[in-house]
C-alpha cells in the first residue's frame, strides 16, 4: 500500500505544483519504477509520455526517489533526532538535480518574488541560513512534544515561510511533513489537488495572523482520509459471520465498534467509522485514492 500512496502523493504534491501529468501518466512513468541503476536510460524515460515535456517527467521520476529517501530516514531511530539541515537540503537535491542541477540542493542567492497573492513576503537571501540553521533547532526542541499532526503543520509552515530554496519549496515542505509524520508512526497524508484552494488559504491565513488552526485542521482531514482505506483494508481482514452480514453489519463491525469508543472525539469516530465502514463493504473502491468516496462520507 506504501508503494501506492507513493505514486499517489507525487501525482497530487506535482499538480500543485503545476506539473500536467495525470494519475495515470504517474503511475505508468512509474510502473516499471526507473532509479539510477535501471538498465533504460534516463532519456528514454522521459519520453514514455507523449505530449508532456522533459521537465514533467523528471518531476515525477524525482519525486518518487525523495519519496524512498524519506521513507528510509523515517526508519532513523527517534534518539537520533529530527531531519537536519543536510537531510532537508539532500531532499530537496534529489527533487530537482536532474532538472535544476545549478540550485539543487542550495539555499538560494536572490530576493523571491511573491508569484501568487496567496505568498508573502520572505526572510532575505543572506538571512536564509540562519533561518534555516533556527527552524532545525525548532524541530528538535518540538518533535516529541508537540502532537505530531500540529508539528507536521506548523514545520510545513516555517519551510514555506523562510523559502530557503529558488524553487520547489512547497514540494519540499510537503515531503518534510510527510517524513515527520512517518517518524511518528503516520502513513503517507496527501493534500489532494482539489484542496488547492483551501490549502493555499490555509496558508495566507498563517502568515497574517500566525494562526495555523486552518492549516492544522486541514492536515488532519488528510490524514483521517488516508487512514480509512488503511483501517478499511485491516478490517476486511475480519471474517463475519452469516447471520451478521445478513443483518448488514458487514465485515469488521467489531473493529469499528472499539475504535470508535476509543476515541475521545465522539464525532470524529463516529465519521471515520461510517466511512471506514462503507470503504470496506466497497469491493469496487480505489484505495490508492481515498478522496473519491470520502467527499460523500460527511
Known amino acids: 500500500m506504501k508503494e501506492t500512496k507513493g505514486i499517489y502523493f507525487t501525482y497530487h504534491s506535482g499538480a500543485l505544483a503545476g506539473n500536467t501529468m495525470s494519475m495515470r501518466n504517474t503511475s505508468f512513468i512509474l510502473d516499471d519504477y526507473w532509479d539510477r541503476t535501471d538498465p533504460m536510460p534516463l532519456e528514454k524515460k522521459v519520453l514514455l509520455v507523449k505530449g508532456k515535456t522533459v521537465g514533467e517527467h523528471l518531476e515525477v521520476l524525482s519525486h518518487k526517489e525523495a519519496f524512498n529517501y524519506i521513507d528510509v530516514l523515517s526508519l532513523k531511530i527517534l534518539t537520533a533526532g529530527p531531519p537536519t539541515e543536510v537531510e532537508i537540503k539532500a531532499v530537496h537535491n534529489i527533487l530537482f538535480r536532474d532538472s535544476m542541477p545549478s540550485e539543487a540542493g542550495k539555499y538560494r ?16 537571501s543572506a538571512d536564509v541560513p540562519g533561518a534555516m540553521a533556527d527552524f532545525v533547532q525548532w524541530l528538535e526542541r518540538n518533535e516529541g512534544t508537540l502532537h505530531p499532526v500540529v508539528l507536521a503543520a506548523e514545520a ?8 530557503p530554496f529558488q524553487d520547489g519549496n512547497g ?29 493555499n488559504h490555509a496558508l495566507a491565513a498563517a502568515h497574517v495572523d500566525g494562526e495555523l488552526s486552518q492549516l492544522q485542521a486541514l492536515v488532519m482531514r488528510a490524514c483521517e482520509a488516508t487512514l480509512i482505506p488503511a483501517l478499511a483494508l485491516i478490517s476486511n481482514t475480519i471474517q463475519s459471520d452469516s447471520d451478521r452480514l445478513a443483518r448488514g453489519q458487514g465485515r469488521g463491525e467489531v473493529f469499528y465498534q472499539a475504535m470508535a469508543s476509543a476515541s475521545s472525539d465522539a464525532d470524529v469516530a463516529a465519521r471515520v467509522r461510517l466511512a ?13 485514492d481515498p478522496f473519491t468516496w470520502w467527499s460523500s462520507s460527511d
Open 109 to 124: 542567492t536572490t530576493k523571491m518574488q511573491t508569484a501568487s497573492p496567496w505568498q508573502h513576503e520572505c526572510a532575505d
Open 156 to 163: 510545513h509552515f516555517r519551510l514555506v515561510s523562510i523559502r
Open 171 to 199: 514540494r519540499t515542505a510537503r515531503l518534510l511533513m510527510n517524513l515527520l509524520l512517518l517518524r511518528a508512526g503516520y502513513p503517507v497524508v496527501v493534500i489532494h489537488r482539489d484542496m488547492r484552494d483551501a490549502y
Open 276 to 288: 471506514v465502514a462503507r470503504c470496506a463493504s466497497n469491493r469496487t473502491v480505489n484505495y490508492a
